[in-house]
């Protein structure tokens, strides 16, 4: 019977203050999508950073006819300091997991496929390439061992970690999340704002029926129920509307236009987005439902 009562003054307040709760049931569902999408940004980043970290390599490049560093002014490598490299190399394992020998030939090659469409391949001979050692480490952290035992050294022109150059590119996607994260939380806000002035609406509106219950002495469950359920249930299809959006953006977005395209990187794959979905429409609930509570507080004291 009580459960019975609570449902339909539920229904009926949500009936009466359709034009509020459409308000709400909108702004939560963009919210949720925006939340939901920057926790989806973060989950790429860690993607991506597991596949592209666990493929990094350390590159020592050896000096040509032209190199200007000073190590290389005794002109280019010769075929005995190259093969002193090498061997000093093999003598770092297990840290050095491969060391890979790229000629300048190997490098013109590479360089054509990478740049097949473009007019600087046209400019290029393998002349002006550089020779080098490709190391892949067992631990890509521990790149300044390689740096200290090589940087410098006669016939090294430069030590490059391929590291460094995806942390920028991290830092990046980093700030982009942080971006999208706050625009999200700044309209967490704002929904928390809508469903309070909502509550308010309805409570005021109500403010007979209310008193008339606390006459007959029901309970502060009984009384703040059906708007607590009012906020719960704006909330539960705006984060239900959210979660359709995420679904529609892993299906339509990242794994029928992102993933055929950049097939040379991984992208978020669906157990990561299974873990956002519940926590996106939890979110939204738990959210409305202690806006609402703080609310009713106020009001069950007239």
Known sequence: MRLRFIFSETFQGLRRNLTMTFAVIITVAVSLTLFGAGLLVRAQVDSMKDYWYDRVEVSIFLCGASSAAPACSLGAVTPEVRTQLETELNALRPLVQ??????????????????????????????ALPESFRVKLSDPTKYEVIAAAFAGRPGVEQVQDQRQLLDRFFKLL????????????????????????????AAHARRREVGIMRLVGASNFMIRMPFLLEAAVSAAVGGLLAVGALVAAKVFLIDEVLAP????????????VILILPVVFLTGIVIAMIAAALTLRRYLKV
């Open 98 to 127: 491969e060391v890979y020998y790229e000629s300048k030939e190997e490098a013109y090659q590479h360089f054509l496929e990478q740049f097949q469409d473009s007019p600087i391949a046209q400019n290029v001979t393998a002349d």
């Open 174 to 201: 980093n700030g982009l999340q942080v971006i999208a994260l706050s625009v999200a939380v700044a309209m967490l806000l704002v929904t928390a704002l809508l469903v309070i002035n909502t509550i308010r609406v």
């Open 261 to 272: 395209s950049y097939r040379f990187t991984a992208f978020v794959a669906w157990d990561q």
